[in-house]
Nanobody, 124 residues
Framework: QVQLVESGGGLVQAGGSLRLSCAAS????????MGWFRQTPEKEREFVAT????????YYADSVLGRFTISRDNTKDTMSLQMSSLKPEDTAVYYC?????????????????WGQGTQVTVSS
């Protein structure tokens, strides 16, 4: 099992920045990819970004490309999401996820482990 804990959410004005962090514990040696997803009451869980745990290769949703940066420190078993130029439509609960099988995926179903989520609210 892998346990994930997110931190860093909050309230920010449009155009501002936030940094989310995710700390992994447990069988972290099994992780092959980690990612960020987000969800609002009106939408299904949506892919944001993912990172290949070994190579560091990254993939982004078109809606955040150029504004968000995903990174990882696999010596500390942590992952971060630096969010800049935030927009009101970025408002959501953000979830950290980990996969022991796939090397990077936009599909939430490919991730076995999930954090509890952290709220990000962007005011206009």
């Amino acid at each position: 099992q892998v346990q994930l804990v997110e931190s860093g959410g909050g309230l920010v004005q449009a155009g501002g920045s936030l940094r989310l962090s995710c700390a992994a514990s447990g069988r972290t040696f099994s992780i092959t990819a980690m990612g960020w997803f987000r969800q609002t009451p009106e939408k299904e869980r949506e892919f944001v970004a993912t990172i290949n745990w070994r190579s560091g290769r990254t993939y982004y949703a078109d809606s955040v490309l150029g504004r968000f940066t995903i990174s990882r420190d696999n010596t500390k078993d942590t992952m971060s999401l630096q969010m800049s130029s935030l927009k009101p439509e970025d408002t959501a609960v953000y979830y950290c996820a980990a996969s022991p099988t796939f090397y990077a995926s936009r599909d939430a179903g490919k991730y076995n482990y999930w954090g509890q989520g952290t709220q990000v609210t962007v005011s206009s």
